[in-house]
Each structure stands twice: as structure tokens, then as C-alpha cells.
């Protein structure tokens, strides 16, 4: 593998008028002073990110051509491993709010990534959606309510995920199975007669397949964190993969950047139980018919390459009597899922308003 310049992932960026912290504009390319207003441009990209050959990697050889140090924070409660600048305004955990001790920081190094995808909603869009649905929640604690006011509790972060490309090729046997229709006579009762009708069944006529499928798959995307709790649910791990760009740390500015957890080795296994599912599917395709059944199937994965990439999600961390919860907005596309809590006293009080109305129906009535 040819070593390419390392691109050093330092956050930190000055206004060139005030010295203050140029942030990332989300949904723009352009880097904003909060207290002048200055914006900067962030450069294009004229490389394009780059796949990088698994097998080398898998091997331990020729990470040093991608690889670089950073400072990193871990948080004992949850687990997650976080960068975060010296002179971030609040040195909490992403996840779950614990508070990081800035003493605690060491350097680690990190497969540096391959591209990032922006940031579209800002923090107050982000809060916005955040409030609005506490505010239609039922029986949610007034805590609940009073946090959602404070924008501060809503964070930026950058989630780190593992994609996988390669060429598949599998051979397979199997089955077609194709319905077809009899008439079969069955007995019902009309007007107390036992009479004799006609019904159409469906049965299957299976033929022996076999045959192979091939073809490129492209950015299977694993998980590349575990926490022990705080997980960023299925319902807005969705992004629009075609819209990353060549990684710039310039995006990372003003928002938290998480390291992978699970290792590179771990999410090329689970990728290549995702490549099988993407396999079968193709056979089934390819089989035809209105049902098949798969005997065997043979999978090979070539040309692999793999990207480690960033995206975005805004979390807000919530304690409700001694319990955690998490709320997730896509930093992209502003669809938003999480927990929530019940308020025993509204909900007991409630119950109580519908029997005292129930009482006083009764009561009406008699």
C-alpha cells in the first residue's frame, strides 16, 4: 500500500479577526465565528476519499500510512471513548452526562477517516424537534419538560462507523417453487343440507436450481462504537451515504468526535454476515419463481476495501429516579427517537379524574 500524508485531525479553529473558536456551520462548507460573525470557507476536496485495502490492514500491516494520535476522554459509566478539546464549554459525556475529568486524557492512536458527513440541522433546529416532542408527550415528568428547555443539554457528535465494499461471487443450489391452483371438494351445511362445493387450494411445484450470482457491494455500514447502555437506535441510523465528503477536520469543529470501539477485525466479521444476506437475496432473485428454498450457498468476497467514516447525531442525556435516558436526533435528516419516562403521580391523578367523572355520571343517571 502506498503511505499517503497523514491529515492531522486537530479541532481547534481561530478567527483570523477575534481569535475566538471557529465552529462548523451544519449544512453549509463554511466555518462561523459565534462572536464576529466570520465565516471561512472550507477548501474542496481535489482527491476524493479514499478505499483503503483491507487485507494489509487485517494483517497489521501498513496502518501506520493512516493512522495518527489523539487526545481522548473515556467515560467509566458508559464506556464510549471520546475526542474532546481542552477548552470544550462542558466537559460531560455525550451518552450519558457523566462528567469527564480533563486530567484523565491520553493519547491514542486511531485509523484516521476516511470522510465525514456534515452536519445539516443545527443545534437549535435539533433542539427544536427535541422540545416539541417532550411537549407532546403524555404524562411526562415536569423534570422531563424543564430539561428539554435548556439547548445545552442537546449535543453534537460525530458516531464512528466502519463501510465495506467488495466483489461478491456465490455459487448455490436450491429449489423453485411455483404456485399453481386445484379444485378440491369440500361438505358445508346450507338451510340444515349437507351439501358438496368446490374450493381452489394452492400447492407448490418445486424444480431443483442451481446456479451463481455476482456483483459489487457497496458501503455495508457496521456500527464501529459499543456502549453498555445509550445506543443510537436503528430508527435514525439512516443516512444518505452519497452526500459524505472527503474527511476535513474543519467539520469537527465545535462538536464532539467519538473513537471506535469495536475493532476493524470485529465489523469485517459482521460485515461478511451482512455480505450473506445481501447474497441471498441476489439467489432468491435469481432463483425466480413465487417461493424458493436455498441447500447451499458458497460465498467469496474480493477486492475488499474498507472506509472508517463519521456520522452525525445530536444526543440528549436525561436522569429520571435514578434511570438514564437518551434521546437521538439524525444530525442529517432530523428524524428523532428515544425513551422517556412516566410520571406515576400525573398518570395515578388522571385515572383518578376518570372515576371521579364516572362517579358523577353515575350519579346523574340514578
Known amino acids: 500500500m502506498q503511505d499517503t500524508p497523514l491529515q492531522k485531525s486537530e479541532l481547534k479553529k481561530s478567527c483570523i479577526n477575534c481569535g475566538a473558536e471557529l465552529v462548523y456551520a451544519p449544512g453549509t462548507t463554511e466555518l462561523e465565528c459565534a ?52 477548552n470544550y464549554k462542558s466537559l460531560h459525556c455525550v451518552y450519558c452526562s457523566t462528567p469527564l475529568i480533563i486530567e484523565d486524557m491520553y493519547k491514542e492512536d486511531w485509523i484516521v477517516p476516511g470522510a465525514v458527513l456534515p452536519f445539516q440541522i443545527d443545534q437549535q433546529e435539533a433542539h427544536r424537534r427535541f422540545k416539541k416532542w417532550v411537549d407532546g408527550l403524555w404524562f411526562a415528568p415536569n423534570n422531563l419538560k424543564k430539561a ?17 465494499d467488495a466483489q461478491l461471487y456465490a455459487q448455490y443450489s436450491g429449489q423453485r417453487g411455483d404456485y399453481y391452483y386445484v379444485s378440491v371438494p369440500y361438505t358445508t351445511t346450507v338451510n340444515g343440507k349437507t351439501v358438496t362445493r368446490m374450493r381452489q387450494e394452492r400447492r407448490t411445484r418445486w424444480t431443483p436450481v442451481s446456479g451463481n450470482v455476482s456483483g459489487f457491494v457497496d458501503d455495508t455500514l457496521i456500527k464501529a462504537s459499543q456502549q453498555r447502555s445509550g445506543v443510537i437506535p436503528q430508527k435514525i441510523a439512516r443516512w444518505d451515504l452519497s452526500k459524505l465528503q472527503d474527511f476535513d477536520s474543519s467539520y469537527l469543529a465545535g462538536f464532539v468526535t467519538e473513537k471506535y470501539t469495536i475493532p476493524l477485525l470485529e465489523g469485517h466479521v459482521e460485515s461478511n454476515e451482512e455480505a450473506k444476506k445481501i447474497a441471498h437475496r441476489w439467489v432468491r432473485r435469481d432463483i425466480g419463481g413465487d417461493t424458493q428454498q436455498v441447500s447451499s450457498l458458497n460465498m467469496t468476497l474480493s477486492e ?19 434511570k438514564r435516558y437518551n434521546f437521538f436526533v439524525n444530525g442529517q435528516s432530523g428524524v428523532l427517537s428515544g425513551q422517556r419516562p412516566y410520571s406515576f403521580w400525573k398518570i395515578f391523578f388522571f385515572v383518578l379524574a376518570i372515576l371521579f367523572v364516572l362517579a358523577l355520571i353515575v350519579l346523574f343517571l340514578q
Open 35 to 86: 462572536y464576529c460573525g466570520h465565516t471561512q470557507q472550507i477548501p474542496p476536496s481535489e482527491s476524493g476519499f479514499e478505499e483503503l485495502e483491507l487485507k494489509p490492514y487485517l494483517e497489521a500491516l501498513g496502518t501506520a500510512s493512516h493512522s495518527e494520535t489523539i487526545t481522548m476522554l473515556h467515560c467509566k459509566n458508559c464506556g464510549a471513548n471520546q475526542h474532546v478539546e481542552e
Open 148 to 164: 428539554a428547555i435548556d439547548p445545552q443539554n442537546t449535543k453534537g457528535l460525530y458516531a464512528p462507523y466502519w463501510t465495506f
Open 304 to 322: 475488499e476495501t474498507f472506509k472508517h467514516i463519521l456520522l452525525p447525531v445530536y444526543i440528549s442525556a436525561y436522569r429520571y429516579k435514578g
